[in-house]
T-cell receptor, first 116, second 113 residues
């Protein structure tokens, strides 16, 4: 079974430039998560989708970050414009949520972003 | 306000010995706890989990212990192997957070041959 796929794996941009990350979750998983992991810290949730609906985006900096999950499968996370402090690893995860039964979240390899 | 804390940023053990990684949490509503392992340039990989209705869960060389009264969990790896060298994150979910995971800061385990 294919895991969570993310691209690109690495991205270097100059500040004020836009950047986008793409995620393809595990087939059949209805819930998709975007996390940001700063150096030396654990992942922090940015946004969670159940199918096409963003059900938790309270930690997403909405002035510069946006996300979408068209058709409830693939998702993109965009930053525009990027700032130096956005340098981090952006992780995508997916899981199957059925009623109150929640399966484990499975993570992709992440996109390492460096803003110069 | 860190709800999940891993107070040891690193741990070094000899191959064959026991590795004990610790995690503390403050939110009494958390009812499901997980450990993830992360190698460099890879995403976190699920290792083992425990529900709050249990105090121990075992899977091969890995055992997780949960002490709800102390709001503390630990991961035991016996025997430790060099391939276990990685960063280990504990995570918690439940209560108002639903299935949102709150991660600790991670502990880097180094197993020396």
């Amino acid at each position: 079974e294919a895991g969570v796929v993310q691209s690109p794996r690495y991205k270097i941009i100059e500040k004020k430039q836009p950047v986008a990350f793409w995620c393809n979750p595990i087939s059949g998983h209805n819930t998709l998560y975007w996390y940001r992991q700063n150096l030396g810290q654990g992942p922090e949730l940015l946004i969670r989708y159940e199918n096409e609906e963003a059900v938790d985006d309270s930690q997403l900096p909405k002035d510069r970050f946006s996300a979408e999950r068209l058709k409830g499968v693939d998702s993109t996370l965009k930053i525009q414009p990027a700032e130096l402090g956005d340098s981090a690893v952006y992780l995508c995860a997916s899981s199957l949520v059925r009623g109150s039964f929640i399966e484990t979240q499975y993570f992709g390899p992440g996109t390492r972003l460096l803003v110069l | 306000d860190q709800q999940v804390k891993q107070n040891s940023p690193s741990l070094s053990v000899q191959e064959g010995r026991i590795s004990i990684l610790n995690c503390d949490y403050t939110n009494s509503m958390f009812d499901y706890f997980l450990w993830y392992k992360k190698y460099p340039a890879e995403g976190p990989t699920f290792l083992i989990s425990i529900s709050s209705i249990k105090d121990k869960n075992e899977d091969g060389r890995f055992t997780v212990f949960l002490n709800k009264s102390a709001k503390h969990l630990s991961l035991h790896i016996v025997p430790s192997q060099p391939g276990d060298s990685a960063v280990y994150f504990c995570a918690a979910s439940g209560g108002n957070a639903g299935n949102m995971l709150t991660f600790g800061g991670g502990t880097r385990l180094m197993v020396k041959p």
